[in-house]
């Protein structure tokens, strides 16, 4: 244990320290030729438990609702790239696209880690996993570089529609498995069907919530003239939104970029530039502050724990997405950009898979001794191999933009 672990840092004070720090090594990683969001992750592992450990769990705990936060602005944000006109130039190759690149994950850490382990539950719950993605790291590297183009498009719709295919995904596996767990123990309940209806149930409600949110949000946008008056009306809806999703139950990442959905399809150009201009301004502190927190949950020993199970899943999972993109393309005619440098963009993997992993390690924990393991490994291997994803995921993105050609010349600070 590092000898900083006693020091205790109030929230405002590690915010703080979190904003400068990662700012710095923001500037550092860019010296280097990578993008700023590894910077700002390595300064919350440099104060997190993989380094000087000054940050305790509770400290990081207490700025969950900053994490939250940020993922609703890169929801809206993914949101308001999904121009319908944008979209149609791209024709039905997205949708199929969306549809590989997931089943191609879930199929292929399936049958690696059956052939593997022979364990048709285990297998399962980590296919259930695999399709999960973390947008937030995408986007900040879309951010960052400025990049326009055809494959910039396809990865804002891609990270933005995948999850809620992935959750889709995880219920029935997740059922299944549950499913064959119990019949080992016991008589099979029917609460199968219920957990399968919960998934759809949460997307319907979220895209109803968020689209009606979108509508109050563009037509008070509209009236707003004042640029001090619309930055507090986007933080306002923003936040109103991530606490319904909260409260509800309902998907944060997917009501919130409903709202943006609805303002890009609905409203004035000059509005949705003034709106843009605005999330612009704002993007680079929710990215520094999300990402350095992100940095302090990862503890960089958790690596050690990965074995062969996680190797097989890091190996089939990448394989999967990259080649399930690649195959969409294809089938759905998908410019060359798209088929070829997609599946790179779209490797990163955090929260969504980790609120999983913990949702199976805690339904498996009463079923029987096996399941109690199965959902404890799921676990521990999710998380060690989400701080790989997390790290080599923006890096791909930038080397698929910078091999499309869409990335600007002078990146954003």
């Known amino acids: 244990m590092s000898m900083f672990a006693i020091i205790h840092l109030p929230p405002f004070l590690l915010a703080g320290v979190l904003?400068?720090?990662?700012?710095?090594?923001?500037?550092?990683a860019r010296l280097v030729h990578l993008p700023s969001i590894i910077g700002y992750m390595a300064a919350g592992m440099f104060l997190g438990p993989s380094i000087l450990n000054i940050c305790s769990k509770g400290d990081i705990d207490n700025l969950d609702f900053i994490t939250q936060m940020g993922l609703g602005f890169v929801a809206f944000a993914i949101g308001s790239e999904l121009s319908i006109k944008a979209l149609r130039s791209l024709g039905k190759s997205i949708g199929i696209i969306i549809l590989t690149e997931s089943f191609g994950a879930f199929i292929m850490v399936f049958l690696g880690l059956f052939l593997l382990t022979w364990n048709l539950p285990l297998a399962l719950v980590f296919a259930a996993m695999a399709p999960a993605s973390a947008p937030a790291g995408t986007v900040a590297v879309l951010h960052e570089y400025r990049a326009k183009g055809k494959l910039t498009t396809a990865l804002y719709a891609v990270v933005g529609?995948?999850?809620?295919?992935?959750?889709i995904?995880?219920?029935?596996?997740?059922?299944?498995?549950?499913?064959?767990?119990?019949?080992?123990?016991?008589?099979?309940?029917?609460?199968?069907l219920k957990t399968l209806w919960m998934p759809f149930k949460e997307i319907i409600l979220s895209f109803i919530i968020g689209g009606g949110l979108g509508l109050a949000f563009s037509f008070l946008?509209?009236?707003t003239k004042e640029t001090s008056s619309l930055i507090i009306l986007i933080?306002?809806?923003?936040?109103?939104g991530c606490g319904l999703a909260e409260l509800l139950h309902l998907s944060l990442i997917l009501t919130n970029m409903m709202i943006g959905f609805v303002l890009v399809n609905l409203r004035r150009e000059d509005l949705i530039r003034k709106v843009a201009d605005q999330m612009n301004q704002i993007m680079p502190l929710i990215f520094i502050l999300f990402f350095s927190l992100a940095g302090a949950h990862l503890d960089l020993h958790a690596i050690t724990a990965l074995g062969i199970v996680g190797t097989i899943y890091i190996i089939t999972?990448?394989?999967?997405?990259?080649g399930g993109a690649y195959i969409g393309g294809v089938i759905g005619k998908a410019d060359k950009v798209i088929r070829k440098y997609l599946g790179l963009g779209i490797l990163s993997q955090a929260g969504v898979a980790i609120g999983l992993a913990l949702i199976a390690k805690n339904e498996f924990a009463d079923i029987s001794p096996e399941a109690a393991r199965i959902g404890s490994d799921v676990l521990v291997t999710v998380t060690a191999t989400c701080i790989l994803f997390e790290i080599i995921g923006p890096i791909l993105t930038k080397v698929a933009l910078k091999k499309a050609g869409e990335i600007s010349l002078i990146p954003t600070h």
């Open 221 to 223: 946008a509209r009236k």
């Open 161 to 167: 529609f995948d999850d809620g295919l992935a959750i």
């Open 235 to 240: 933080f306002g809806t923003i936040l109103f």
């Open 169 to 192: 995904i995880f219920a029935f596996a997740f059922a299944a498995a549950k499913t064959i767990l119990q019949g080992r123990v016991s008589p099979v309940s029917d609460g199968a």
């Open 19 to 28: 904003i400068g720090l990662g700012f710095c090594m923001g500037k550092l």
């Open 317 to 322: 999972r990448s394989a999967g997405l990259i």
